[in-house]
């Protein structure tokens, strides 16, 4: 956790800023009185189960979401319908056959697609273009179509084509969702890898805090109404999460994993697969 | 045998009808101004087509060019200009399905609502009209009759303001057609885009109807880009490839409806479908082949499987108590 170290030292710029934020639809409450700020280069992770208005709070930041009370602030700006210094990472949708674009055209969308008329790309973003290419690992498939990508390929080349914009903050809205293993690793790795050398802020919308275990500073968990917001080892605790929704929780540490459990219910269906569990695939475990 | 000559002799007599070239140079001249026409027609269909298939609005050009008929046809009872009637129709269309239609299913509903309207108004209004009946037929099915000085003047300005428009928000329309979410998220105004694009889409279609008749403007703004889009995936070359496409199939139909007197449409159609025809054939060995070389054919049931297990896996973390 280097940069919250360095951050100490060094108070890194504010990249998002939430005061006293709230959402609600008619009577139900989203969340409400949220104070959160994001700085530069630090991975937040927005956890909770689903309904509890992850994505609201990610349409919120996007400007496509009022707030019921409260404010959003990106860049020490109110949040308007998106911006050029947003990189967003959206769930995995493959492409429609016969989108007319290659893999290195996608990427190249997110550096120069705000831009109207024909100008061709300079000599120096077509560099920084095919740089990006290589970086996320997409050189092997740059000229393929995209709608032929397999799932993981695609997401590499979204964050590519985040990335492409030089973003401020990189928003994920659940990325690795239908990735495999291998995918999911590749990818956070990728993300993170590109936080750091950027100093982007992250924020992580996740059902699964697992993949992302070892590259999250701090945890927002939004359920039931409240929410609460710390590193992970604060806030992934039995005592914390059954406060947070008001009946007993358990948090299950296995096989490198973490499971939270709920005291009424058996494990979903996902966390059945839990004896599927190959360990030798995530060599470096949980992060205690 | 008497009978079968005879019928040998009508086919010939409608084949030389269909295909004939007596005093084709002669005629040619009296065409340029249609070939002109059509010539930028092409141009403006081939690069609005590639959208049209991203934005999946093929049913909404179609349904624009039945409010475009709607429109000329009261023109022509009314006796005012032409194009201006059929302007005003697809226009109003095309705003009216941009606004409404957000979502595909939405859209698609509007537009199966609107046509019909249309197209009744366009009949109601033509069986009111005692003019030349040739002039009815042509706004549906299209015209061979030459178009004149200030009907070109008209095609010619509203092609340049659409060739214009497209081309000064080429990329961030591009992006804005193919994600419309990560675009919105990075600051491109969708929805201004998608609006400037219908009004654009509008006045492509009212284009096409002087030129193919309000039945057939897909084989102008569609049919081109498909075949493209069979060829290749790269962004430059598809809109290049459609508006070649386009080009050759309204000069062609030009040039060979010219000695039969017929309507230029079915040829026009028939050059098209053939292009794409040939591009359709093309393009399936060329995928086959591009995914052998490329090694990542999709893996044989048995991996997939495999790899569903893995995934299915460690993933989920929590449960709502």
């Known amino acids: 956790m280097t940069s919250r170290e360095s951050e100490a030292v060094h108070p890194t710029p504010v990249v998002l800023r939430m005061r006293g934020a709230g959402m609600r639809f008619g009577d139900r409450q989203l969340w409400s009185g949220l104070d959160l700020e994001v700085r530069a280069g630090e991975f937040v992770a927005i956890l909770g189960p689903n309904g509890a ?36 990472i959206p769930q995995q949708r493959l492409m429609d056959a016969g989108t007319p674009l290659r893999t290195r055209d996608m990427i190249s969308l997110g550096a120069l697609g705000h831009r109207f008329g024909l100008r061709r790309a300079s000599r120096a973003e077509r560099r920084r273009i095919d740089d990006l290419v290589d970086e996320v690992g997409a050189s092997a498939f740059a000229t393929a179509p995209v709608a032929s990508l397999s799932g993981g390929e695609q997401q590499r080349a979204r964050v590519g084509q985040a990335l492409a914009a030089q973003p401020a903050l990189l928003l994920c809205d659940e990325p690795l969702i239908s990735l495999d293993l291998k995918h999911q690793r590749g990818v956070t790795e990728l993300i993170d890898q590109q936080r750091r050398s950027l100093g982007a802020a992250v924020v992580f919308v996740t059902h699964d805090v697992n993949p992302i275990l070892d590259v999250v500073d701090r945890v927002l968990y939004i359920a039931g109404g409240r929410f609460t917001i710390g590193t992970p080892d604060e806030v992934l605790q039995a005592p914390v999460l059954s406060e947070l929704y008001g009946t007993p929780v358990d948090v299950v540490r296995t096989l490198g994993r973490i499971v939270i459990v709920g005291s009424t219910q058996a494990a979903e269906a996902h966390g059945d697969g839990q004896h599927h569990t190959h360990p030798e695939h995530d060599p470096e475990g949980p992060v205690r | ?28 001249v009296l065409v340029r101004n249609s070939l002109i026409a059509g010539a930028l027609l092409g141009i403006v269909g081939g690069l609005i087509g590639p959208f049209v298939i991203t934005r999946n609005l093929p049913f ?41 239609g957000n979502r595909a299913r939405e859209r698609n509903s509007i537009i199966a609502v ?62 804005a057609s193919i994600d419309p979410d990560v675009a919105a998220a990075a600051g491109i105004p969708v929805r201004t885009l998608s609006i400037v694009f219908m009004l654009a889409l509008g006045l492509s ?6 030129i193919v008749g309000a039945l057939l403007v897909l084989s102008l703004l569609v049919t081109p880009a498909a075949a493209a889009l069979r060829l290749t995936v790269n962004p430059v070359v598809v809109p290049l490839l459609s508006m070649l496409f386009a080009v050759v199939s309204v000069v062609g139909g030009i040039l060979l ?8 449409s079915p040829y026009v159609t028939t050059i098209s479908f053939a292009i794409w025809l040939v591009c ?30 893995v995934s299915s896996a460690p993933t989920k973390t929590e449960v709502a108590p």
Do not use: C
């Open chain 2, 205 to 210: 279609v009212a284009v096409s109807v002087q």
């Open chain 2, 114 to 175: 609107l046509m019909p309207f249309g197209l009744g108004l366009g009949i109601l209004a033509l069986a009111l009209y005692q003019g030349r009946s040739a002039n009815k037929f042509g706004l549906l099915t299209g015209q061979i009759v030459s178009v004149d000085n200030p009907q070109l003047g008209w095609l010619l300005a509203i092609s340049l303001v659409v060739i214009v428009t497209l081309l000064v928000v080429w990329r961030p329309l591009t992006f």
């Open chain 1, 53 to 88: 208005g992850k994505t609201t709070l990610l349409k919120a930041i996007l400007g496509q979401q009022e707030l019921s009370e409260g404010s959003i602030e990106f860049l020490d700006q109110p949040v308007r319908r998106g911006h050029r210094k947003i990189g967003y």
């Open chain 2, 1 to 28: 045998m008497i009978l079968l000559a005879s019928s040998l002799t009508d086919v010939g007599q409608v084949l030389s009808h269909v295909l004939s070239f007596q005093n084709f140079g002669e005629l040619v």
């Open chain 2, 280 to 309: 359709r054939l093309v393009g399936g060995r060329r995928e086959k082949r591009g995914s052998r070389t490329r090694g990542r054919l999709l893996p044989p049931t048995g991996s997939t499987r495999q790899v569903s297990a």
């Open chain 2, 60 to 100: 909404a050009v179609h349904g624009i060019s039945e409010l475009s008929f709607a429109g000329a046809s009261i023109a022509l009872l009314i006796g005012v200009n032409v194009v201006t009637g059929s302007l005003i129709g697809s226009v109003l269309a095309a705003l009216i399905i941009g606004m409404l």
């Open chain 2, 257 to 264: 409806a010219l000695g039969g007197g017929l309507p230029i």
